[in-house]
Antibody, heavy 122, light 106 residues
Framework: QVQLHESGPGLVKPSETLSLTCTVS????????WSWIRQPPGKGLEWIGY???????NYNPSLKSRVTISVDTSKHQFSLNLSSVTAADTAMYYC????????????????WGQGTMVTVSS | IQLTQSPSFLSASVGDRVTITCRAS??????LAWYQQKPGKAPKLLIY???TLQSGVPSRFSGSGSGTEFTLTISSLQPEDFATYYC?????????FGPGTKVDIK
């Protein structure tokens, strides 16, 4: 079955760029949308954005100026870059597969990685 | 679109029937999902399209609603159901989540 695994630095300095990678195993990265979601400690969930295997993206406007999501189908990976980070970007970061219905409508995230904690601190 | 959940916290006993409400600031048709999150774990999709049970999810979970008001019901609370529950709308970008409802043991 499809599994997702996030990887990347656990500590990033303020003003630098947070870079994470999600590796897809057990299935194809094609024909799906792939999302990034984050959760600050003790708080709720925030959708960051998604990428389609073809490379098209959709970002949360609250982060759009700082976010880039990319895909490397040959490596079965998609990645998140978040620039100019501050302490407010400290969070657990999850990658997830978007679940599409028969009409190709996004109906939620059915497969999640275990998450990776990123702390922004000097 | 903003989502609100009520209650934000509820204390219940094993065997209780539990209902959580999610309200959207504008109509979202049936593009609503429910998730369960346990401490230190990723969220788990329970229900999508407001009322469709995700594969493998116990039938004691059910969802209903459309437009702006939705409910998640657990017909008979089990020990493994103590967790935080989130709703999410997928009708309009950006996708947004409710603030969560924590279900604790009475």
């Amino acid at each position: 079955q499809v599994q997702l695994h996030e990887s990347g630095p656990g500590l990033v300095k303020p003003s630098e760029t947070l870079s994470l990678t999600c590796t897809v195993s057990g299935g194809s990265i094609g024909t799906n949308y792939w999302s990034w979601i984050r959760q600050p400690p003790g708080k709720g969930l925030e959708w960051i954005g998604y990428i389609y295997y073809s490379g098209s993206t959709n970002y949360n406007p609250s982060l759009k100026s700082r976010v880039t999501i990319s895909v490397d189908t040959s490596k079965h990976q998609f990645s998140l870059n978040l620039s100019s980070v501050t302490a407010a970007d400290t969070a657990m970061y999850y990658c997830a597969r978007d679940f599409l219905d028969s009409g190709d409508n996004d109906q939620g995230f059915d497969i999640w990685g275990q998450g990776t904690m990123v702390t922004v601190s000097s | 679109i903003q989502l609100t959940q009520s209650p934000s916290f509820l204390s219940a006993s094993v065997g209780d029937r539990v209902t959580i409400t999610c309200r959207a600031s504008q109509g979202i048709s049936s593009y609503l999902a429910w998730y369960q999150q346990k401490p230190g774990k990723a969220p788990k999709l329970l229900i999508y399209a407001a009322s469709t049970l995700q594969s493998g999810v116990p039938s004691r979970f059910s969802g209903s609603g459309s437009g702006t008001e939705f409910t998640l019901t657990i017909s008979s609370l089990q020990p493994e159901d103590f967790a935080t529950y989130y709703c999410q709308q997928l009708n309009i970008y950006p996708f947004t989540f409710g603030p969560g409802t924590k279900v604790d043991i009475k």
